[in-house]
């Protein structure tokens, strides 16, 4: 009996750790509804309105679901998002997206802003969950 209990925690430990390896590193995934830019482009920003540095991403899909961005203003991971701080990723012509946001933290939001060639705001879009 002890041999067989001894048998049964070594595959509890080899299934935690497998569970843990495979777990995705990203606590928050948030997405934005689909917008169009006819003109000036589409911005996604992420904030960290936590109290402590996260690793963020934020990307612009297109309608396919490739990721169409331009040029990505947030830090790479492992690199993290100050505490209070912001980025975007930005399309570098007129599109139709949405914005998908990661961050290891709860404490992240996201939006999809619509900027015309003025640089004004058109439409803000939140991201959700």
């Known amino acids: 009996m002890k041999a067989r209990f001894e048998t049964g925690l070594g595959a509890v430990a080899i299934i935690a750790s497998m569970a843990a390896a495979s777990s995705s590193a ?6 934005t509804p689909a917008s169009q830019a006819p003109v000036g482009q589409i911005r996604c920003v992420i904030t960290n309105v ?3 540095p996260t690793e963020v991403t934020a990307a612009i899909l297109g309608q396919n679901g490739v990721d169409i961005t331009g040029v990505n203003g947030c830090p790479q991971p ?3 998002l100050a505490a ?6 930005i399309t570098t012509a007129p599109v139709a997206g949405y914005c998908r946001f990661t961050s290891q933290s709860i ?3 996201g939006v999809l802003l619509v900027v015309d060639i003025a640089n004004a705001v058109v439409s803000a879009l939140p991201a959700t969950k």
């Open 26 to 31: 990203y606590a928050t995934e948030l997405f």
């Open 50 to 52: 936590g109290t402590t």
């Open 107 to 109: 404490k992240a939001r």
């Open 78 to 80: 492992p690199s993290k």
């Open 84 to 89: 209070g701080a912001f980025c975007s990723s």
